[in-house]
T-cell receptor, first 111, second 114 residues
């Protein structure tokens, strides 16, 4: 059974710093991995999706990497801003079409 | 935002009553999903659909049923609501033939069962 873990559960960093969020999964037979952000009381916003054949994806200040063999993905945020404060979730889609989410990392950027 | 709406957005109901939540999309995506989100558990898949009248169970499907009679609508029914079904419910859509196959989420429905 696929399990997705995100460590740390919460993180506070000063504005302007670069930071890395981690996601690990137990079954490497995945179709893709997606990163989302969720603001309090809101739905999820898709940030980046990495297909199983890819190693990384970039969008603006965000870069997501995927190492399928080791069951790990990282989300790198450059030059963090207070507006980046949110909960970040990763989700893996298995070959059975089922999508499993991690519990998220709650990020707080200190002004 | 992707064209996904959920109704109602908030609902309070009593234990034992039936409840139906609706997800409507205007994107013509093939896949639709229902999740629940609870503190300490994160997002968990309830049911999903891979086409009209084609559905399958997720990891927490007990007590829930779904129907999809049209591409644009996916209904989640709690036949007899229980307090353990108090949660925030999210609908999502995706289509591997469109873009990269990302999932897009609706705004959520907050359900309270008293």
């Amino acid at each position: 059974k696929q399990e997705v873990t995100q460590i740390p559960a919460a993180l506070s960093v000063p504005e302007g710093e670069n930071l890395v969020l981690n996601c690990s999964f137990t079954d490497s037979a995945i179709y893709n991995l997606q990163w989302f952000r969720q603001d309090p009381g809101k739905g999820l916003t898709s940030l980046l999706l990495i297909q199983s054949s890819q190693r990384e994806q970039t969008s603006g200040r965000l870069n997501a990497s995927l190492d399928k063999s080791s069951g790990r993905s990282t989300l790198y945020i450059a030059a963090s801003q207070p507006g980046d404060s949110a909960t970040y979730l990763c989700a893996v889609e298995g070959r059975d079409d089922k999508i499993i989410f991690g519990k998220g990392t709650r990020l707080h950027i200190l002004p | 935002d992707a064209g996904i709406t959920q109704s109602p957005r908030h609902k309070v109901t009593e234990t034992g009553t039936p409840v139906t939540l609706r997800c409507h999309q205007t994107e013509n995506h093939r896949y639709m999903y229902w999740y629940r989100q609870d503190p300490g558990h994160g997002l968990r898949l309830i049911h999903y659909s891979y086409g009209v009248k084609d559905t399958d169970k997720g990891e927490v499907s007990d007590g829930y049923s779904v129907s999809r009679s049209k591409t644009e609508d996916f209904l989640l029914t709690l036949e007899s609501a229980t307090s353990s079904q108090t949660s925030v419910y999210f609908c999502a859509i995706s289509d591997p033939l469109k873009g990269r196959g990302e999932q897009y989420f609706g705004p959520g429905t907050r359900l309270t069962v008293t």
